[in-house]
């Protein structure tokens, strides 16, 4: 089963709603960040699901050359690999709001998207999908 834990996010599967969930610990670095999102790709595939749950609140404000990075690079590997939606559990961070919201506009090819404030109701609306 793949899990992954390091000093800025965890992530693993949920068999309950066929998601990856991962949950930045921390404001990653720009290695951190671009390491974490690919390791989310990693889980896609090896549990063969496009659905992913993120819990984003204390990930920080992404830097906007790592905001370029996932709409350029991370976007299309991550469709490649089949994803095809998530479910984010938004910072109070007004920074991280921004910078997340603004990749998620900028997504194109994403078919499931939705915002909450916990990562109960997350994992309820993404296990219906």
Known sequence: MFQIATGYIRIEY???ANAVFSNWLTPPSSQEFREGMLAIIDAMQEHKT???I???CNIGAIDPIDQEWTLAEWTPKAIGAGY??????ISS???AQISV???MNNAEDVQLLKYFDNVDEAREWMAAQ
């Open 54 to 56: 993120s819990d984003t």
């Open 84 to 89: 095809r939606g998530i479910a984010i559990v």
């Open 93 to 95: 961070d007004i920074f």
């Open 50 to 52: 496009g659905k992913v």
């Open 14 to 16: 949920l068999a309950d």
């Open 101 to 103: 919201e603004d990749i």
